[in-house]
């Protein structure tokens, strides 16, 4: 059997979130063959109740005993001054066996591969890996297996399944993000709240409003919603056995921060449908019609099955809404006198919680009794009229939803009730022996079999002999234990006795050897203290040997997107530029020509230049990439490379191992560790995280080739759906009118900040940041940190504006590193900046970090 038919065949792993012990119970006793959790610290779901040290042991022994496996997330960017407690943390949990660890950040995946190899590493969507030459790099870092980004396509995972030996994660129900996971920065920039820290507060769910350059609201006419960044809830139930076909391990559910309800039916409802798989006829179902409702009842925001046909525009989204919108009730007949009559297109019971949806807005209330005419009744049924009693504002004809199902949540609650376990595997016995002898029993269960044996010998009863009745009664007491006898087979001498006790003890005993799990390979302490040295040994030691390297002259980067910027750029003094990036549709970019060209001017002028690649490519778009790096590497001299994404760093080495490059900020170097990983790649420079603080870059200042963003706009996130093109245009490919490119777009929010809104020519959403990023005035507190190269990304600004900032910033960081003025201020600079910008500035993380 090959790799592809080991992968096509084998059980899908159902894979359950669990915020809380009681929502890991319910995703256990519901099927799951996995769970996934956070604990305490580290944990990309910080506000989940998640899981303290004792819980995480409970869980794992309850979670083992029923064969199921249970993956930890350390899914976030790790600070340096965390990494002692990173390494304590990561050596608890390999003590305790946790079963695989979830992890965005690259410099903790190479740690954990450094000094902890014994560990399982799975690559969190939070790595932004969608394509097979992204996967590809996984492999190298150690991974065993990649969670795909929600975008990728079911072609797409396929061509990926297709080339990796690595077990391939998906997502297939549960909230959406509507960026890119691992290159947002919206909560991070707008409340100081970074979902590559764990604190996304959700700004996407909120209210926008779709306006253009006079701030008028381009969607008063078409009032599609004011959700405009909320999508609806992921739901492939239907898509199962593709996936399975594709070659897909793990079938991922979202919802750590849901309540364990939902957990146990979402799961419930899975299993179901996995079950049905093998018996499946093309174009059936693998839910019912009921289940499906349970499914939609239980929370939704209306259902979508994503990116895994097509982009959907405008049927990916919840406009609006933001929340669960339940299942539709029935209608408002009438209201008198604190009864409100129901027509009713569903069930509805005591407990109930629905919602009225009136011209006012929604009203939500839990209903007490119900009547049917004069008589209370325990129920309404789909076609009845009833009544209830009601003392808000609703009229005839209004539409209501049920948002709870109590008999829902009762079945729910009862599947993970302590005491009413059902997660059971079953035993076959057999009991032999005779007269005069220790009785022998023989307990299998799957392929494990185990043999005890009384203490006591048999004799002869004299009053109740053992019969096969009493000793099923006796031997099947398996009370909590994850158990249940199946078949008895009793060969013992006629008139046999042995005491309830010795039965008693014999069960127990049995039992016992079958929860042993096989011990996994121990590290030692010690060893681990030793390895963790080496490790840091080895750290200083490359630190020391890059300093001997240090440019010895500070440089500024400017980042541009099209050749009249750049010409600007030189004009002004620039004497390292980056060119490329993405390409906007609202302006016209670099050709590949141009690219060439370029480099060549910048070589004979002495400037540094580099080539720098988009921070999103599918599986198509590297191809493309592919086919021009093998044009470039035919040029007189290779381009620098500065590469977005772990997929570019494989692609360009695919042409040659030894090309130049730098990496971008949009890989999160956060740390050290993460630092010298790319830089032990070959990167002849790195740009941090604009996530850091201060004192942050101070420390990784020690190292050489360190750049910094300092001036520019800061991108807020990255998204395959196009708010324009969604509700102004069409859906995406098909019917788009090309709206984005006739005049420039804003989201406004609540507060009335404008967002810029760009499309790249791939027809992805950029969302920029009202202010743009200035650390103007903090240049000499960066030119103290000894950061080798500042950048101002201007790569929507006119030329007039690019040669205006280069020159105000070239002119005031050649005074610092030179000297000339030592008492240099930024009182005449900041005032010319400020003329260009009215919308004012942030100094972005510099001072406040991030949670």
Same mark, same amino acid.
């Given at each position: 059997?090959?790799?592809?038919?080991?992968?096509?065949?084998?059980?899908?792993?159902?894979?359950?979130?669990?915020?809380?012990?009681?929502?890991?119970?319910?995703?256990?006793?519901?099927?799951?063959?996995?769970?996934?959790?956070?604990?305490?610290?580290?944990?990309?779901?910080?506000?989940?109740?998640?899981?303290?040290?004792?819980?995480?042991?409970?869980?794992?022994?309850?979670?083992?005993?029923?064969?199921?496996?249970?993956?930890?997330?350390?899914?976030?960017?790790?600070?340096?001054?965390?990494?002692?407690?990173?390494?304590?943390?990561?050596?608890?949990?390999?003590?305790?066996?946790?079963?695989?660890?979830?992890?965005?950040?690259?410099?903790?995946?190479?740690?954990?591969?450094?000094?902890?190899?014994?560990?399982?590493?799975?690559?969190?969507?939070?790595?932004?890996?969608?394509?097979?030459?992204?996967?590809?790099?996984?492999?190298?870092?150690?991974?065993?297996?990649?969670?795909?980004?929600?975008?990728?396509?079911?072609?797409?995972?396929?061509?990926?399944?297709?080339?990796?030996?690595?077990?391939?994660?998906?997502?297939?129900?549960?909230?959406?993000?509507?960026?890119?996971?691992?290159?947002?920065?919206?909560?991070?920039?707008?409340?100081?709240?970074?979902?590559?820290?764990?604190?996304?507060?959700?700004?996407?769910?909120?209210?926008?409003?779709?306006?253009?350059?006079?701030?008028?609201?381009?969607?008063?006419?078409?009032?599609?919603?004011?959700?405009?960044?909320?999508?609806?809830?992921?739901?492939?139930?239907?898509?199962?056995?593709?996936?399975?076909?594709?070659?897909?391990?793990?079938?991922?559910?979202?919802?750590?921060?849901?309540?364990?309800?939902?957990?146990?039916?979402?799961?419930?409802?899975?299993?179901?449908?996995?079950?049905?798989?093998?018996?499946?006829?093309?174009?059936?179902?693998?839910?019912?019609?009921?289940?499906?409702?349970?499914?939609?009842?239980?929370?939704?925001?209306?259902?979508?099955?994503?990116?895994?046909?097509?982009?959907?525009?405008?049927?990916?989204?919840?406009?609006?809404?933001?929340?669960?919108?339940?299942?539709?009730?029935?209608?408002?007949?009438?209201?008198?006198?604190?009864?409100?009559?129901?027509?009713?297109?569903?069930?509805?019971?005591?407990?109930?919680?629905?919602?009225?949806?009136?011209?006012? $807005? &929604?009203? %939500?209330? !839990?209903?007490?009794?119900?009547?049917?005419? @004069?008589?209370? =009744?325990? *129920? +309404?049924?789909?076609?009845?009229?009833?009544?209830?009693?009601?003392?808000?504002?609703?009229?005839?004809?209004?539409?209501?939803?049920?948002?709870?199902?109590?008999?829902?949540?009762?079945?729910?609650?009862?599947?993970?009730?302590?005491?009413?376990?059902?997660?059971?595997?079953?035993?076959?016995?057999?009991?032999?022996?005779?007269?005069?002898?220790?009785?022998?029993?023989?307990?299998?269960?799957?392929?494990?079999?185990?043999?005890?044996?009384?203490?006591?010998?048999?004799?002869?009863?004299?009053?109740?002999?053992?019969?096969?009745?009493?000793?099923?009664?006796?031997? $099947? &007491?398996? %009370?909590? !234990?994850?158990?249940?006898?199946?078949?008895? @087979?009793?060969? =013992?001498? *006629? +008139?046999?006795?042995?005491?309830?006790?010795?039965?008693?003890?014999?069960?127990?005993?049995?039992?016992?050897?079958?929860?042993?799990?096989?011990?996994?390979?121990?590290?030692?302490?010690?060893?681990?203290?030793q390895r963790i040295e080496r490790w840091k040994q080895r750290q200083a030691e490359e630190r020391a040997g890059q300093q001997t390297i240090r440019s010895a002259n500070p440089q500024i980067s400017v980042a541009v997107s099209d050749p009249e910027t750049l010409q600007a750029a030189i004009q002004a003094g620039a004497k390292r530029v980056l060119i490329g990036g993405e390409?906007?549709?609202?302006?016209?970019?670099?050709?590949?020509?141009?690219?060439?060209?370029?480099?060549?001017?910048?070589?004979?002028?002495?400037?540094?230049?580099?080539?720098?690649?988009?921070?999103?490519?599918?599986?198509?778009?590297?191809?493309?990439?592919?086919?021009?790096?093998?044009?470039?590497?035919?040029?007189?001299?290779?381009?620098?490379?500065m590469v977005s994404n772990l997929g570019e760093l494989e692609i360009m080495r695919a042409v040659d191992a030894d090309w130049p490059f730098e990496v971008d900020y949009s890989l999160n170097i956060f740390n050290e560790a993460s630092l010298a990983y790319f830089l032990r790649q070959g990167a002849k420079g790195v740009t941090l995280s604009p996530e850091l603080h201060h004192e942050q870059l101070a420390h990784l200042a020690k190292w050489p080739g360190v750049e910094l963003l300092a001036f520019g706009d800061l991108e807020m996130m990255v998204s395959e759906y196009c708010p324009v093109g969604a509700t102004l245009g069409?859906?995406?490919?098909?019917?788009?009118?090309?709206?984005?490119?006739?005049?420039?777009?804003?989201?406004?929010?609540?507060?009335?900040?404008?967002?810029?809104?760009?499309?790249?020519?791939?027809?992805?959403?950029?969302?920029?940041?009202?202010?743009?990023?200035?650390?103007?005035?903090?240049?000499?507190?960066?030119?103290?940190?000894?950061?080798?190269?500042?950048?101002?990304?201007?790569?929507?600004?006119?030329?007039?504006?690019?040669?205006?900032?280069?020159?105000?910033?070239?002119?005031?960081?050649?005074?610092?590193?030179?000297?000339?003025?030592?008492?240099?201020?930024?009182?005449?600079?900041?005032?010319?900046?400020?003329?260009?910008?009215?919308?004012?500035?942030?100094?972005?993380?510099?001072?406040?970090?991030?949670?």
């Open positions: 059997m090959n790799e592809l038919e080991t992968k096509n065949t084998r059980p899908l792993e159902l894979l359950a979130p669990a915020g809380s012990y009681e929502a890991f119970k319910a995703a256990v006793e519901n099927g799951a063959d996995a769970v996934y959790l956070g604990g305490k610290s580290f944990s990309a779901r910080a506000s989940a109740a998640n899981f303290d040290s004792e819980e995480l042991k409970k869980a794992l022994c309850y979670a083992h005993e029923r064969h199921v496996k249970v993956y930890v997330t350390v899914n976030i960017l790790v600070a340096d001054q965390e990494f002692q407690e990173l390494l304590d943390y990561l050596f608890a949990l390999h003590e305790i066996g946790v079963d695989a660890v979830i992890l965005q950040d690259v410099g903790v995946s190479d740690l954990i591969h450094t000094i902890l190899p014994e560990l399982e590493t799975h690559a969190s969507t939070q790595m932004t890996v969608n394509t097979s030459w992204g996967v590809q790099h996984l492999e190298k870092l150690g991974f065993c297996r990649a969670v795909l980004a929600r975008e990728t396509s079911a072609a797409e995972m396929k061509m990926i399944a297709d080339q990796t030996p690595l077990e391939l994660e998906v997502f297939v129900h549960g909230a959406l993000c509507i960026g890119y996971s691992g290159q947002c920065l919206m909560s991070s920039f707008i409340g100081g709240r970074s979902g590559n820290r764990g604190t996304c507060a959700q700004p996407c769910r909120m209210t926008y409003q779709l306006v253009n350059e006079e701030k008028e609201n381009l969607l008063t006419q078409k009032k599609p919603g004011d959700h405009l960044l909320s999508p609806r809830d992921l739901n492939l139930a239907e898509e199962l056995a593709e996936l399975k076909k594709i070659g897909i391990r793990s079938l991922k559910v979202e919802g750590r921060m849901k309540r364990p309800e939902y957990v146990a039916t979402v799961i419930r409802l899975y299993r179901q449908a996995l079950s049905r798989i093998e018996d499946q006829t093309e174009g059936s179902p693998l839910l019912t019609k009921e289940e499906h409702q349970e499914l939609l009842q239980v929370f939704n925001r209306d259902f979508t099955s994503g990116y895994f046909r097509d982009n959907l525009g405008a049927e990916l989204m919840s406009y609006s809404r933001p929340n669960n919108r339940g299942t539709r009730l029935g209608r408002v007949a009438r209201l008198d006198s604190g009864r409100l009559s129901l027509k009713l297109e569903a069930a509805l019971h005591p407990g109930d919680g629905i919602e009225f949806w009136t011209g006012r $807005g &929604r009203e %939500g209330v !839990t209903i007490g009794k119900i009547w049917s005419g @004069e008589t209370e =009744v325990t *129920e +309404g049924l789909h076609g009845e009229t009833v009544q209830i009693e009601f003392f808000g504002m609703a009229q005839p004809g209004d539409r209501v939803f049920k948002t709870n199902d109590a008999l829902l949540m009762e079945k729910a609650r009862v599947s993970f009730q302590e005491g009413r376990e059902q997660r059971k595997r079953p035993l076959s016995i057999r009991l032999a022996g005779h007269v005069g002898e220790k009785l022998r029993m023989d307990v299998l269960e799957s392929e494990r079999r185990v043999t005890v044996y009384s203490v006591g010998v048999a004799q002869i009863a004299l009053k109740r002999p053992l019969t096969w009745d009493y000793a099923f009664q006796q031997l $099947g &007491r398996l %009370g909590t !234990t994850p158990f249940w006898l199946d078949k008895l @087979e009793l060969d =013992v001498d *006629e +008139g046999i006795m042995l005491p309830v006790s010795e039965l008693n003890e014999m069960r127990r005993l049995a039992v016992e050897e079958l929860l042993l799990v096989t011990p996994r390979p121990k590290v030692e302490r010690h060893e681990y203290g390409h906007w549709r609202s302006r016209r970019g670099f050709s590949l020509e141009e690219i060439r060209t370029s480099f060549e001017s910048c070589r004979k002028l002495g400037i540094d230049c580099a080539w720098r690649l988009p921070r999103i490519l599918n599986q198509d778009q590297s191809a493309s990439l592919l086919s021009d790096l093998k044009k470039a590497a035919r040029w007189a001299k290779k381009p620098k490379l069409g859906k995406k490919g098909q019917h788009c009118a090309g709206t984005c490119v006739q005049e420039p777009h804003f989201l406004r929010d609540r507060m009335r900040y404008d967002f810029p809104v760009e499309t790249d020519q791939e027809c992805r959403m950029h969302l920029f940041n009202v202010k743009i990023l200035n650390l103007y005035e903090e240049l000499g507190q960066i030119k103290r940190m000894g950061i080798s190269t500042i950048r101002l990304q201007l790569t929507r600004q006119t030329p007039g504006q690019v040669q205006r900032i280069v020159r105000l910033f070239v002119e005031a960081w050649d005074s610092l590193n030179e000297g000339k003025r030592a008492s240099w201020t930024s009182e005449e600079g900041m005032a010319d900046l400020a003329s260009l910008f009215p919308d004012g500035f942030t100094k972005g993380h510099f001072f406040r970090g991030v949670l």
